[in-house]
Structures are given as structure tokens and as C-alpha cells.
């Protein structure tokens, strides 16, 4: 089963982290220069260790932390302002794009983890919704998907995943997280080297998950009428559906 590692956001010049103390008007070359020749504190606490980026700092753990939610907040700022600028040019009849090319599935990509990140989950819906939708444009133009760059397919299937953890807690999604399941399922068969018109009766950990979790959230029979509204269900998703029932989840007898 395939699984993407999360990919690492560049950070900006380090930030200064609070210390519990008032702020130093040493240069912070100096305190740098000063803390690398320092003696050790009492209980090993070697100073030297407290200076990330040239700045002392309570810990450089806590530095690195400052350093990532600036980063993220950075990114938001820059997408935000990017939209701000070209609804403005809307509504002043301007043609002229704010960019020369809109933003690609991976640019997507890492503005939905960004969001997802600082609990901004519209945003992230949003921007997983965009991803997958240029992704889907770069296979249709393709035409053969063995071609498209696997780091595609890998992108595909992490805002696919994303995408159906978060529809799945949101009531008014529940539509929106069984359509998603249901591409994962199909997804799982294609990578499982399935013939067209076979289909696994296991679904991945997470499809499960998220199944349990509308279940327990809408009820089974809920989720069971909505389902047949979409059409036929997988059969990964009727065994689902099946061992709720068998195992007695929460949500199985509503």
C-alpha cells in the first residue's frame, strides 16, 4: 500500500524564540562568539547549544518550531495576497493575470499541507480539491498515465487521502468523503496490478478508518442510502459495511 512521506518546507532566516528573559542588546554575532567559547553550565547545560542561527535561544528545538510556523504562515501570507490581488484586477476589468502561470498540482500541494498544518481546513479542502483537479488535467493530457512523472501519482493519492480525513469529519461532506473513498479503492486496485473488472474486497487501513468514522458520525443506514445514490458501491466498501455490522462499530444500529 502506498505511502507518501511528508515533504519538507524550507524555512526562513531563523526567528528569535522567547527565553523567559528580557531581550539582550548583545549583537548577536558577539553572543555566538561568546556562548561557542562559553564553559559548560552547571548540569551540563553547554550554552553553546543554546545559540541556533546566531541568536541565543532557550532551546534550538524551539527555534526550529518558530522557524516552520513562519514558514507556513509565509506561504498562507503569499497565497493570500495573491488572491487578494487578482480578485482586485476582477473587479477592475484587468485581464492581465497576477502570475504568468496559475499554480501547478505541486504548488497546490504544498499550500493544502500548509493549511492543513495550521488547522485551516477549508483552505487545505480547497487546495487538496485543486491538486487533485490539475492532477486529473496532467493525466488526460497524457493520455498514457504510465508516462506522468510517479511523483503525480504520489501527490494523487496524498490529497486524495487528505481529502477524505477531512471530508469525513465534516458533516455536510459525506457525499464528498464517499466518492473519495471510492477512487482510493479503485486507485489500491490499479496499483495491486488488478485486471480491468476485478476489485479487491479490502479496503487500505485508512479508507476503513474513514468509513467507520461517517458511520459513527451519520449512522449505517445513512451512509448506506448515500452510497447507492453515487451507484455501486466497491466491494471493499460493502465488506466495510458488512464487518461494522458484524462487529458491532458505532453507528451500526442507526
Not at 535561544?57 to 487578494?84: F, K, S
Not at 504568468?100 to 483552505?123: G, I, K, T, Y
Not at 448515500?226 to 458505532?250: D, W, Y
Amino acid at each position: 500500500q502506498a505511502r507518501v512521506a511528508a515533504a519538507a518546507v524550507p524555512a526562513p532566516a531563523a526567528a528569535e524564540a522567547v527565553s523567559g528573559q528580557e531581550a539582550s542588546t548583545t549583537p548577536p554575532a558577539v553572543m555566538a562568539d561568546a556562548a561557542a567559547s562559553a564553559p559548560a553550565a552547571p548540569g551540563g547545560d553547554d550554552l553553546s547549544k543554546r545559540v541556533y542561527g546566531g541568536m541565543r535561544v532557550c532551546r534550538a528545538w524551539l527555534a526550529r518550531v518558530v522557524d516552520c510556523v513562519h514558514a507556513d504562515l509565509q506561504i498562507l501570507n503569499d497565497w493570500e495576497a495573491e488572491e487578494r490581488e487578482a480578485a482586485a484586477r476582477d473587479e477592475e476589468g484587468d485581464p492581465t493575470p497576477v502570475r504568468p502561470a496559475p499554480p501547478d498540482a505541486q504548488e497546490w500541494f504544498v499550500r493544502a499541507r500548509c493549511a492543513n498544518r495550521l488547522h485551516m481546513s477549508e483552505e487545505a479542502i480547497a487546495a487538496y480539491e485543486q491538486c487533485v483537479n490539475e492532477v486529473d488535467r496532467v493525466l488526460r493530457d497524457m493520455g498514457n498515465a504510465r508516462q506522468v512523472d510517479p511523483v503525480i501519482h504520489e501527490m494523487n493519492l496524498a490529497s486524495s487521502l487528505a481529502l477524505l480525513e477531512l471530508y469525513a469529519c465534516r458533516p455536510e461532506c459525506l457525499s464528498n468523503a464517499l466518492e473519495v473513498a471510492e477512487v482510493l479503492l479503485q486507485m489500491d486496485d490499479e496499483s495491486a496490478g488488478m485486471a480491468p473488472g476485478e476489485a479487491s474486497d479490502q479496503a487500505p487501513a485508512e479508507v476503513t478508518a474513514a468509513i467507520y468514522t461517517l458511520v459513527g458520525l451519520h449512522g449505517l443506514e445513512a451512509v448506506q442510502k448515500t452510497q447507492k445514490k453515487l451507484g455501486n458501491a466497491h466491494p471493499a466498501m460493502l465488506r466495510a459495511f458488512e464487518e461494522i455490522t458484524e462487529c458491532e462499530v458505532s453507528g451500526y444500529d442507526r
